[in-house]
């Protein structure tokens, strides 16, 4: 792998460049809320030891509200308009490894068979630039989840902080090389060894056998206790930067004109399931709350190969009720 | 930029009101060449729009023999179905389709065809049992066996009665106990109660299931009892769904969409499905 030395103001200098050119760059904010533009080389944030934000990276790729082609009406004709997609470039600085880790699990769903390619042509003007983590806390699990702080899942090029000063910046893609000979004026070296990251998060359980006991627990008595305390509100699907579902509807402005939109929704919603007949397969909380383990643990793992969550944590940091999925995955494993 | 949201346009040339709460309407694709091109097979689905409200998923209820116009017949359930009742022939829909899989047709020649349906949920069987009679020769005894609650609930009335004339065709139809009328000549009794009461034999014949999914659900143990096996009793479960192409996630039951590995199901295939449809 092709490896560099970069100072923090080489990397402030191509930022201050990009600006000009009219990138997007975007970082994690200070205030640790989401991920922002910003609008100066003064603002980047390359703080890895800085909690993952309360929202994930997702919504740059898969917004909230997605408006996928307007129409007209006019007697009982109707014209339709496609959306159009802003196509400023982007670069992303300083992504934590789970959630640039979201974005080839997210590529499954969206490409498997018909290709999104409102997902697809914001990712394409994107480069990633990763960041490897020292931050830890009770919530986080990537290491049992085939991650890690120093995970290059996702990103196109990859930050590791050396000193106060500096980084090395390993090249993982084709686009993040074509990215650094376009604007980076770097010399090969090998450096110091980095220092081992000492907050690497334990592992809270083993995959493989949590998937077991999916594999052969749909009907177990387990998920009554923990559906009760859920209150489906759905956070914990808003804030994770893999979870996908959503809904399409319309949106009308006057009688003559409107728009279809792509909405972020949930399996935890009571209403996801409920046919217009009155039948809701999934009836009650714990049904609900059981989809939302065996969907990210086990049937997207089956059909992709890919587990739909990188141990963030967002979801348990969040939670109002207090459910944290790592703790419901290590319970599990103790079966 | 290919956009698998967007729809192409259908005008409403007909509706036929088949009872107090379900029409079927008769669409032609606008655009010509989409229209020539246009081509689906029995089982398939496809997303009507009605622009403003929203969007509903139906079986597409015509043959693909016929392909001329493409029929859908819905319920007055929800917000766009709603909708779609304030709608009038020469009005604009939008379609999106067609999506999911489809009957076997091919592996049904040369067996008996048992269809076995429930109030608006002939509406997916009607297109294979078009498709079949149109195709008649290649097949061998036809059971059609159809029930709704009341006699107004019954779909496509004109349709039962030129089944009942068609030579090689047996039509048995059904209302639930106290959904008849004075003048009523056909069955009284719960669809799965009178496919055991004529008993057709398993042997050779494949039997095609839609209706409320408790009706399914009684129905395959009566077939099991008269010898079907597994593979020959084959259901369409119409479960909620919104995308149509395998993303939203809302028809994602046990490791499978509804609508991608799906709508069409064997028996053998919804065993192997979580309890969740």
């Known amino acids: 792998m092709k490896e560099v030395l970069i100072s923090y103001n080489t990397i402030k200098e191509t930022v201050a460049k990009l600006l000009n050119k009219e990138w997007n760059v975007i970082t994690p904010s200070p205030d640790g809320i989401r991920y922002t533009a910003i609008t100066s080389s003064d603002e980047i944030n390359l703080a890895g030891d800085q909690r993952p934000t309360n929202i994930s990276v997702k919504e740059f790729f898969f917004p909230k509200t997605d408006p996928v082609f307007y129409f007209k009406k006019n007697q009982s004709e109707v014209e339709l308009i496609d959306a159009v997609l802003n196509d400023k470039k982007n670069l992303f600085l300083g992504i934590k490894p789970c959630d640039a880790a979201g974005i080839p699990v997210l590529d499954k769903i969206f490409n498997w068979d018909y290709k999104d390619e409102f997902f697809n042509s914001r990712v394409n003007n994107s480069v990633i630039i990763g960041l490897a983590c020292s931050y830890s806390d009770p919530q986080c699990f990537c290491t049992s989840v085939n991650l890690s702080p120093d995970s290059t899942k996702g990103s196109d090029l990859f930050l590791i902080p050396v000193d106060n000063s500096g980084f090395r910046l390993q090249v993982i893609t084709e686009k993040g090389s074509a990215f650094l000979k376009e604007f980076g004026a770097l010399e090969e070296t090998s450096g110091p060894a980095h220092p081992k990251n000492s907050t690497v998060p334990d592992k809270k359980f083993d995959y493989d056998k949590v998937k077991n006991w999916l594999d052969n627990n749909f009907q177990s008595d387990f998920w009554k206790g923990k559906g009760e305390l859920c209150l489906g509100c759905a956070q914990c699907a808003f804030v994770c930067p893999v979870c996908h579902c959503f809904d399409i509807i319309d949106e009308s402005c006057g009688y003559e004109c409107g728009r279809r939109v792509k909405n972020w929704d949930a399996c935890q919603f009571g209403l996801f399931t409920k046919h217009a007949s009155g039948h809701n397969p999934r009836n009650d909380q714990s049904k609900r709350y059981r989809q939302r383990i065996n969907h990210k643990f086990k049937y997207y793992d089956d059909k992709f190969g890919e587990i739909l969550c990188t141990g963030c944590g967002r979801c348990s940091r969040d939670c109002v009720a207090g459910i944290d999925i790592g703790e419901i995955l290590a319970e599990i494993n103790t079966f | ?277």
Do not use: H
């Not at chain 2, 036929?16 to 709460?21: F, L, S």
């Not at chain 2, 689906?40 to 392909?67: H, M």
């Not at chain 2, 089944?163 to 639930?176: A, H, L, P, R, Y």
């Open chain 2, 1 to 277: 930029m290919d956009n698998i949201y967007k729809p192409f346009n259908v005008k409403i040339v007909d509706i036929i009101e088949e009872t107090p709460d379900t029409r079927t309407f008769k669409l032609e694709i606008i655009d010509k060449l989409l229209k020539d091109n246009f081509t689906f097979k029995a089982g398939q689905f496809a997303e009507y729009s009605v622009y403003g409200e929203g969007e509903c998923t139906f079986c597409i209820a015509s043959s693909p023999t016929r392909l001329d116009y493409l029929e859908c017949s819905f319920k007055e359930a929800g917000k766009v179905t709603t909708a779609m009742r304030k709608l009038n022939v020469g009005d604009t829909m939008g379609l999106r389709g067609p999506y999911g899989n489809y009957f076997p047709l091919e592996e049904m020649e040369g067996k008996n065809v048992l269809f076995i349906a429930g109030g608006i949920g002939l509406a997916p069987v009607r297109c294979v049992i078009w498709n079949v009679l149109d195709l008649k020769e290649r097949f061998k005894d036809i059971t059609i066996v159809y029930g709704a609650r009341s006699v107004a609930d019954l779909v496509y009335k004109n349709e039962l009665e030129s089944w009942k004339q068609m030579e090689g065709v047996k039509t048995i139809v059904t209302v639930d106990p106290g959904g008849e009328t004075s003048d009523w000549k056909g069955e009284i009794g719960f669809v799965p109660a009178i496919v055991e009461k004529i008993a057709p034999s398993g042997d050779n014949t494949v039997a095609i299931i839609c209706g409320p999914p408790i009706m399914i659900k009684y129905t395959f143990p009566v077939l099991e009892k008269l010898g079907f096996t597994e593979d020959n009793m084959i259901t369409t479960l119409e479960n909620r769904m919104k995308c149509g192409l395998g993303k939203c996630g809302r028809c994602n039951v046990g490791n499978v969409y509804v609508c991608k590995d799906g709508p069409v199901f064997t028996y053998k295939q919804i065993k192997l499905l979580p309890d969740e449809f």
